[in-house]
């Protein structure tokens, strides 16, 4: 933690940003990074280990961000890096086969056996671009169905938003995109059968899929009821479209495998990330071949990449799956998750309200039922944890910068930081 002597200063931080902002648009190289949810300028790092991690200025946080999910063995595990360095002096990259990629097919492939064939890609926002060009060719159908509040990546068709009416074509949710793109995206609001319903009665025949988070992670936590993600697929089915799992996040971060399994809801292609890289760029969509069968070159759907399957990236992530394929870690995950709760709760201030599935929390700083959808994300909620992020910060707690954003606990988290945290946590939340 940092030294109680040394004053708690941002110097070097706010100078490099300064600096990176005159280069780089907004400073950051993906959004959120900004800070611009919590106000202040972003810590720059130098250097990560287990769960923590340290900045330019010398200050030392305990991270609850761990790279928005990746990170499940927590930073720079010894094993990862070790892999990481073999493959390297081995080739950094091949743009040729190799035996890594078929590792890394048997791993996916035998955590989830629903699924017999997997491409392999460098992202999320990849694997879900492709995932939906997929499902367009293979059904020969144009439109995608996304619910309000799901994250999928950049892509164009994803980066859409509920028009106004009930059953409505999406409107761009960024410049940029052309209105004839962002249209052939039908945008409705999760838990409400009916809505979808009433989408499939217009549309049925011509929409090619729906994709949702079988556990919205993206805006809060937003669990759905099985109920809900089984009406989909069964939907989906009798209407010859595909269903699609988008568990860039959910995927192998609760069990040896998807989050499909635990509810026990089969979709037709799964869209992999994060975890599967272990830290590294990864992204791979699992599927039946005789849906996958439909991409190049064995069939006519193009999809390609110059660093896919790459060597090195790979490594990382085939260590990280090797490991997490005894399901041990994801035991120890689930026990911390509990402890954290426990803590939690035991506070008992009726606004310090949160939800979990397994190593994932989400703080809603606020009374009453937790939100299903994001509309029910409350002001307050926002505001207290606006409030709360610079003191936590500044106590040595590193939380996602964003009130929508969600926590994750790594394996490398231990009981005695978790009680540091909720104790600091508590205490802002009753002063
Ligand atoms: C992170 C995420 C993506 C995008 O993955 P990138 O690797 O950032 O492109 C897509 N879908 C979900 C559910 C995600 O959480």
């Known amino acids: 933690m940092s030294n109680t002597c040394i004053p708690f200063s941002l110097n070097a931080s706010l100078e490099r940003f300064t600096k990176a902002v005159s280069m780089i648009p907004g400073g950051v190289n ?14 720059f790092l130098k250097r990560a280990k287990g769960s923590r991690f340290w900045d330019i200025d010398g200050n030392e946080y305990i991270d609850f961000c761990q790279s928005w999910g990746p990170l499940v063995l927590g930073h720079a595990d010894e094993r990862v890096v070790a892999a990481v360095r073999e493959a390297a002096c081995n080739g950094l990259s091949f743009g040729a086969c190799h035996e890594g990629e078929i590792q890394m097919a048997e791993l996916i492939l035998s955590a989830m056996r629903d699924f017999n064939c997997v491409r392999l890609v460098n992202s999320g926002t990849e694997a879900v671009m492709t995932a939906l060009r997929l499902a367009r060719g293979a059904t020969s159908r144009d439109l995608i169905v996304k619910f309000e509040g799901g994250y999928h990546g950049h892509s164009d068709s994803m980066l859409v938003k509920a028009g106004s009416g009930l059953v409505t074509f999406g409107e761009a949710d960024s410049s940029g995109i052309p209105s004839k793109i962002a249209n052939q995206t039908i945008v409705t609001a ?9 989408i499939f009665k217009q549309y049925g025949s011509r929409i090619a899929a729906v994709i949702i988070e079988p556990l919205p992670a993206n805006n809060g936590l937003l669990v759905q009821r099985r109920d809900f993600l089984q009406y989909l697929r069964e939907i989906t089915q009798v209407n010859g479209s595909l269903l699609i799992f988008d568990e860039v996040i959910s ?5 040896f495998g998807g989050y499909y399994q635990m509810i026990d809801v089969i979709p037709d292609l799964v869209t992999l990330g994060k975890v599967i890289g272990g830290g590294m760029p990864v992204g791979a969509i699992a599927g039946s071949r005789e849906i996958m069968k439909n991409l190049a070159p ?7 990449g110059t660093l896919s399957g790459n060597p090195v990236s790979l490594a990382a992530g085939i260590e990280t799956l090797k490991i997490l394929s005894d399901g041990s870690i994801h035991k120890k995950l689930e026990n911390l998750g509990r402890k954290f709760a426990s803590l939690l709760e035991g506070a008992n201030i009726t606004s310090l309200r949160f939800e979990r599935v397994g ?15 994001p509309a029910e994300i409350s002001r307050a909620a926002m505001e207290r944890y606006k409030t709360l992020y610079w003191p936590l910060l500044e106590k040595g707690f590193y939380l996602p910068p964003s009130p929508y954003e969600v926590m994750f606990l790594s394996a490398s988290h231990n009981e005695e930081e978790l009680t540091k945290f909720a104790d600091a946590l508590i205490n802002k939340m009753q002063n």
């Open 298 to 304: 064995e069939g006519s759907v193009y999809q390609a």
């Open 30 to 43: 993906s959004p959120v990074r900004a800070f611009k949810s919590v106000g202040g300028t972003p810590v």
């Open 251 to 255: 995927g192998f971060r609760f069990n």
């Open 359 to 373: 190593s994932i929390f989400w703080l809603h700083l606020d009374e009453g039922e937790l939100p299903k959808k």
């Open 190 to 198: 999760f838990d409400d059968e009916d809505r979808v319903a009433d």
